[in-house]
């Protein structure tokens, strides 16, 4: 457990210090973004090489995807929400392997779906040509985290309530990030909570699967 104490620390310090240098060094920043990202690659890595399976396997290849996407989003926007997507699907893949969807795992991203969309809909015309990407994009989050939660409500184990409140933290950082977007809120708190959500969401994935998902 040492481990995990060391990631979460050097992850806060990197996050820190990408947030503190974000405007002044510009895409150098970047490095720490990444850096932050890989103390749950590592964590998710060393899980899957250590219990073997496909489950932590195409978790840590989730987590890589999320790293890149990382810093492809400040570059790309498309790109990076692209492979974030695929990250998503890499996670869905995982939960599926270890537990089937059922009703609830449908209803569940049907509610959540439903509810980002009535929060974003008066937005979406302003998105243009990424209208139909978001529109996709939402849609695979959601499911991402009712598969978590479905994952959680199955094996009531450590590693899957990780999970389950990792994709949480997923979907809310994703909303406040959509938030500050369309209604252009460039406050620091806004940029602080979806750094800590986002840190913390991709963390308790790598935790997962660190201890054995």
């Known amino acids: 457990m040492r481990v995990l104490v060391i990631a979460a620390v050097l992850m806060l310090v990197f996050g820190i210090i990408y947030g503190a240098s974000r405007e002044r060094i510009g895409c150098r920043s970047l490095a720490f973004k990444a850096l932050a990202t890989f103390m749950a690659v590592y964590l998710g890595m060393y899980g899957a090489i250590r219990f073997g399976g496909m489950t932590g396997t195409f978790m840590s290849f989730g987590l890589v995807l999320c790293l890149a996407a990382d810093v492809a989003l400040e570059l790309d926007f498309v790109k990076g929400i692209l492979l974030f997507g695929i990250a998503h699907v890499c996670f ?9 969807p059922v009703w609830y795992t449908f209803a569940g991203a049907s509610l959540a779906y439903l509810a980002l969309f009535v929060i974003f809909k008066d937005d979406l015309k302003s998105l243009g040509k990424l209208k139909a990407a978001a529109v996709i994009y939402m849609a695979v989050l959601c499911y991402m985290a009712a598969s978590a939660v479905t994952l959680w409500i199955a094996y009531g184990t450590e590693a899957s309530a990780m999970v389950a409140a990792g994709a949480v933290c997923f979907v809310i950082s994703d909303g406040i990030i959509a938030y500050r977007t369309t209604k252009g809120k460039n406050e620091l708190i806004y940029g602080a909570a979806i750094l800590l959500l986002y840190y913390g969401a991709v963390y308790l994935f790598g935790a997962a699967v660190f201890i054995g998902l």
């Open 92 to 100: 869905i893949v995982s939960y599926n392997r270890l537990v089937h």
